[in-house]
């Protein structure tokens, strides 16, 4: 099940004239639980949360339902989005759904607690239903994007996942130590629209670290900018620091920062300046003037701070 965005309550004049469902708080139409809901918590046996956790499930899109929860006239329940999607007409029965709302089930999914989702990546937190999603967005046992700025790729999975990913399925250079030294080479360098380097991983103080390369044109001006990403977590990052450096032609630039985490997207910290920026004339200077080909050497070295 993915995660969806928490669904706000409808303007006070929509809801003024939605209807209460008949039942009680063991009724949701033509669905009937087996046990009884005690208050907030008290530990419940897994089969009835289960079969709770089953109802806030959206038929349609499988999503958990957060208020308002609609439901047709014959009991079949549906997330507002769907609702939306459906053009008013319960799915299930074909009925008119109206604005009926399925009050029982909202005020029994405000009183159950359940397992984060990401509990097989190690979460042991135990949440009220509507605290659950909030946390969820932020747990840090959530899957990590894949940090290859080549393409928009979909894989996800736990650090080690990841680095495998990267290793095997975009034959990224994998390097150990905590200093490098690299050397980019671009034919017709006025040619900068996001121009994307080969990604490099490097296995340092036994965490690992993605250095970006990159061409964009940044407030149309055409520039060059490489940056580092942590593989973990924002407070983990911030254990570390990393200096960059290019230079030639008697001129040099250092950029010194803490290395971002890949829970911010390449594109995040691009847009934060947030690394060494070098614009194409001091590019190609460094490069020794030649405006047919760009040869920079960025050479770095990450510490971790005491």
Known sequence: MFPVSRICMEDPKAEESDVEAPGTLNEFGNVHLDKPFSAPGVKRGLSS?????ELLECPIC???MYPPIYQCPNGHTLCSNCKLRVHNQCPTCRHELGNIRCLALEKVAGSIELPCKHQAMGCLGIFLYYEKLKHEQSC???PYNCPYAGSECPITGDIQMIITHLRNDHKVDMHDGCTFNHRYVKANPHEVENATWMLTVFNCFGQHFCLHFEAFVLEMAPVYMAFLRF????????KFCYSLEVGGNGRKLLWQGVPRSIRDG????????DGLIIHRNMALSFSGGNHQELKLRITGRIWKEE
């Open 49 to 53: 949360t289960s079969s709770v956790n």
């Open 62 to 64: 499988t999503n958990s």
């Open 140 to 142: 840090k046992f959530r």
């Open 231 to 238: 593989m973990g977590e924002d407070d983990e990052a911030k």
């Open 266 to 273: 390449h594109k995040k910290v691009r847009n934060n300046h």
